[in-house]
């Protein structure tokens, strides 16, 4: 049961690009919605998360849009830059529980 | 602050040996969980501690795994008489006594491979 999709699997942007990354889950008992950022490696860190009673966080160059009714959420990179050339995981968890929900992962490289 | 200490960061063992990976949590973190990366995937949770207790360990495979997170020194993730496809990235997380929403902090992680 694949209960995280997330798409899509490699991106390639430019230099000062925008970056989309989504994911879709069917686990509705979710109920805190983080993305992931690893570097070759590294272990994951934290790069935003946001929380189901709003739609959008913002955090610098990074945005994370969430629609609770279609169980999406997508993580906007602006301005992208080749430092940000990196695997990127959604990671969806369920208070109630312990897990975190990793997607498949998204590998973005950043053009200069 | 030093973040989630794993060791060691490259294992590789032959078919039949046993794998030994340690996971120090951050200062103050009481929780511990593992997970494993196959090449080319996402983290798949196996294993959730406290301090000398198993909470959830139902990612964890039936046969030759098992963790633990005595009461002093690091969490152990044992795998006993490994196969091939067990070769894989295994990481650690911490987190703090519970709240509302905890951050899971990983460690480096420990790649096995198993010849």
């Known amino acids: 049961q694949q209960q995280v999709k997330q798409s899509p699997q490699s991106l390639i942007v430019q230099k000062g690009g925008i970056s989309i990354i989504n994911c879709a889950y069917e686990n509705t008992a979710f109920d805190y919605f983080p993305w992931y950022q690893q570097f070759p490696g590294k272990g994951p860190a934290l790069l935003i998360a946001?929380?189901?009673?709003?739609s959008e966080k913002k955090e610098g160059r990074f945005t994370i849009s969430f629609n609770k009714s279609a169980k999406q959420f997508s993580l906007h990179i602006m301005d992208s830059q080749p430092g940000d050339s990196a695997t990127y995981f959604c990671a969806p968890f369920e208070t109630s529980g312990s897990r975190l929900t990793f997607g498949e992962g998204t590998q973005l490289t950043v053009n200069p | 602050n030093a973040g989630v200490m794993q060791n060691p960061r490259h294992l590789v063992r032959r078919r039949g040996q046993e794998a030994r990976l340690r996971c120090s949590p951050m200062?103050?973190?009481?929780?511990v969980y593992w997970y494993r990366q196959l090449p080319e995937e996402g983290l798949k949770f196996m294993v959730y501690l406290q301090k000398e207790n198993i909470i959830d360990e139902s990612g964890m495979p039936k046969e030759r795994f098992s963790a633990e997170f005595p009461k002093e020194g690091p969490s152990i993730l044992r795998i006993q008489q490994v196969v091939r496809g067990d070769s894989a990235a295994y990481f650690c997380?911490?987190?703090?006594?519970?709240?509302?929403?905890?951050?899971?902090?990983f460690g480096p992680g420990t790649r096995l491979t198993v010849l």
């Open positions: 946001i929380r189901p009673d709003v």
């Open positions: 200062k103050g973190h009481s929780h």
């Open positions: 997380a911490s987190s703090p006594p519970r709240g509302l929403y905890n951050e899971q902090f």
